[in-house]
Nanobody
Framework: VQPVESGGGLVQAGGSLRLSCANS????????MGWFRQAPGKEREFIAA??????YYADSVKGRFTISRDNAKYTLYLQMDALKPEDTAVYYC??????????????????WGQGTQVTVSS
């Protein structure tokens, strides 16, 4: 069962949004859950990941975004603060069944949601 993202929308620069990713028990049992984003004309970009042993962030969002998981609700979150226009993209939730060699590689993840649009206006 695919993850289902929600919480995207339009926000002004400097604002905040919280994305949610609802999962089945099977998907959420993945070793790692992550967030990626893709802007028009660009490749899919790693944002953050949470595994059973730690959290990982891209340098571009470190200090501004926070990934967390509610294990009781099988839900992954991405709190995004101090948003910038360059954060505009479709945000995807993903699950990696096995421990990734590289958390930033989309190839490590087998479960993908449909994405939710985040637009940051200047």
């Amino acid at each position: 069962v695919q993850p289902v993202e929600s919480g995207g929308g339009l926000v002004q620069a400097g604002g905040s949004l919280r994305l949610s990713c609802a999962n089945s028990a099977r998907t959420f049992s993945s070793y790692a859950m992550g967030w990626f984003r893709q802007a028009p004309g660009k490749e899919r970009e790693f944002i953050a990941a949470a595994s059973w042993t730690g959290t990982y962030y891209a340098d571009s969002v470190k200090g501004r975004f926070t990934i967390s998981r509610d294990n009781a609700k099988y839900t992954l979150y991405l709190q995004m603060d101090a948003l910038k226009p360059e954060d505009t993209a479709v945000y995807y939730c993903a699950g990696a069944v096995k421990r990734p060699h590289n958390y930033a590689s989309a190839d490590e993840y087998i479960y993908w949601g449909q994405g939710t649009q985040v637009t940051v206006s200047s």
